[in-house]
């Protein structure tokens, strides 16, 4: 359990965001960086729990290299230090550090206040005793259910006094554009809505809906209500970030000589292109279909042992939007 820490720190900031995430097992690593989200340690904490997660704790070489990719090799926080007696280090969770990577000369506690770790210092993956109030990025880690696949959404408004379609038509426009008609699936969706719509006098837009033939749906000041299909009215089309990636097995354990296949897929809006790479070089064994790739491994042999990452990218709102997947490649007889 996270013990209660006073962090006098002084810091000024404004808005940024997420700028890339991985999927790790059943959660998803995202990394906060730039403006509002290069904060203190303390603030890291805070603002990882408000999004339903913690701040990342590597306690393991994989997850630490998953990490160090996700934060692009720049240096992050992760949840761990030696707050409460110097040179004990442990992890927010209260446990102490069992396996370490630490840079070559670190922690060294310099200056006499190094209390909390960064990542990526000297080399990708590598650990540093820092000051707890200088202002990082960081990465939380979150279970998939309580992510928020759609925080980046970015959403264009077609008003009454641009253009008016009926929803068939709003929805094949959406698409030509690379967009969807806008999806409410949640609240927070539905007031990020809202604040698009600037008119004094809301009036009613198409969104996204399941139809059943004779009524769409629509959505104005006064919440969601039916509208008839056919009716002409300003719509609201979305894109989304890349989202929801899966890899079809994450840790596969082989036999030399034996074949794999490893499919990753991903969603968003435009359809992300999905790539695997290996020590950031693409490699040329896979095959490409509509946002999924497969790695195709054939007579593997020790060479082929090791991680692959799989990279989805889309551009939403002017901004290439990345995230990423893992497939550690082991052999069999190391568990023999």
Avoid at 254 to 277: H, R
Wanted: aromatic share 10%.
């Amino acid at each position: 359990m996270l013990k209660a820490v006073l962090f006098v720190c002084s810091v000024t900031s404004t808005l940024a965001g997420l700028k890339n995430s991985a999927s790790y097992g059943n959660t998803v690593l995202k990394y906060y960086v730039g403006q509002q989200d290069t904060i203190t340690f303390g603030a890291a904490v805070v603002s990882c729990i408000q999004k339903g997660g913690e701040l990342v704790m590597p306690k393991d070489k994989k997850l630490n290299d998953a990490v160090a990719n996700v934060a692009q090799g720049a240096r992050a926080w992760i949840g761990g230090g030696d707050l409460f007696g110097e040179g004990k280090f442990e992890w927010n969770d209260g446990k102490d550090f069992a396996w370490t990577n630490w840079l070559n000369g670190e922690p060294n506690n310099s200056n006499g206040d190094e209390d909390c770790v960064e990542i990526n210092l000297g080399s990708r993956g590598k650990w540093n005793d820092e000051g707890c109030c200088n202002p990082r990025g960081y990465v939380c880690q979150i279970p998939k259910q309580k992510s928020t696949p759609y925080e980046n959404s970015a959403f264009s408004v077609y008003d009454g006094n641009i253009d008016q379609r009926s929803y068939l038509q709003a929805e094949q426009f959406c698409k030509r554009h690379q967009s969807r008609l806008a999806l409410l699936d949640d609240g927070e969706n539905f007031q990020n809505l809202l604040s698009k719509l600037e008119s004094p006098i809301m009036t009613q837009f198409w969104v996204n809906s399941e139809q059943d033939g004779s009524s769409c749906i629509s959505v104005s000041d006064n919440g969601v209500s039916d509208a008839d299909c056919l009716q002409s009215l300003p719509f609201i089309c979305e894109q989304v970030a890349v989202n929801d990636l899966s890899v079809s097995e994450e840790q596969p354990f082989v036999e030399p000589g034996f074949n794999l296949n490893i499919k990753c897929s991903a969603s968003g809006t435009p359809i992300p292109k999905v790539t695997w790479y290996r020590d950031d070089t693409y490699v040329p064994h896979q095959k490409h279909g509509l946002g999924s790739s497969t790695l195709v491994l054939e007579d593997i042999g020790s060479y082929d042992f090791g991680t692959y990452v799989c990279k989805a990218v889309n551009e939403v709102g002017g901004q290439l939007r990345r995230m990423e997947g893992f497939s550690f490649v082991e052999s069999s007889t190391a568990l023999e």
